[in-house]
């Protein structure tokens, strides 16, 4: 099984601040999705990225997909408390099983 | 509409009961998911159907049986259940990778929350 590495594991900054959540593998993933899960429900899907090199926005959100597929980051910029839960990232490993990080669990003080 | 919809909510069984945990999409989607999810853990993939077909067990313990009654519907069956067992159970659909290919995306319903005493 491919892993995958979420750093860090727990981020508390002040409301305004920009942050970057990194997710690092050895091994390729054909596309690596982010989500965002809230205390006792589902993960909620935020970015698919694809092709090496990619960037997608997602308003104050930047996800990156590294040029050899092995890792991806998360960057907010002016965080808000409204930001605050548990950041995945999971790669996709064959044609059907994802392989999540450990999470980063994030919190936005005002 | 991406909703994926799981009933009950919340559960709480004994070690001798027998429940059903039950599962739905409407996106059209032909491949479902169960996974098992601890407290402060990532999900882990359990089971996955593809066309109503058990396609990965993921070495799951015999006392969860999953059930795929049609393409919108999924279901887990329990059965003498360990209280280590306690867990957020996550259903999530997606689109087969012969429709999607790499833009793969699973879509989560909100969960059940089991308790096994």
């Known amino acids: 099984t491919q892993l995958l590495e979420q750093s860090p594991q727990f981020l508390s900054i002040q409301e305004g601040e920009n942050l970057t959540v990194y997710c690092n593998s050895s091994s390729v993933f054909s596309s690596l999705q982010w989500y965002r899960q809230e205390p006792g429900e589902g993960p909620v899907l935020l970015v698919t990225v694809v092709t090496g090199g990619e960037v997608k926005k997602l308003k104050r959100l930047t996800f990156q997909f590294g040029d050899a597929r092995k890792d991806s980051s998360l960057h907010i910029t002016a965080a808000q408390p409204g930001d605050t839960g548990l950041y995945l990232c999971a790669g996709l490993q064959g044609a059907q099983k994802l392989v999540f990080g450990q999470g980063t669990r994030l919190t936005i003080n005002p | 509409d991406t909703e994926v919809t799981q009933t009950p909510k919340h559960l709480v069984m004994g070690m001798t009961n027998k429940k059903s945990l039950k599962c739905e999409q409407h996106?059209?989607?032909?491949?479902m998911y169960w996974y098992k999810q601890k407290a402060k853990k990532p999900p882990e993939l359990m089971f996955v159907y593809s066309y109503e077909k058990l396609s990965i067990n993921e070495s799951v313990p015999s006392r969860f049986s999953p059930e795929c009654p049609n393409s919108s519907l999924l279901n887990l069956h329990l059965h003498a259940l360990q209280p280590e067992d306690s867990a957020l159970y996550l259903c999530?659909?997606?689109?087969?990778?012969?429709?999607?290919?790499?833009?793969?995306?699973?879509?989560f319903g909100p969960g059940t929350r089991l308790t096994v005493t």
């Open positions: 996106m059209g989607h032909r491949a």
């Open positions: 999530a659909s997606s689109p087969t990778w012969i429709r999607r290919g790499p833009l793969y995306e699973q879509y």
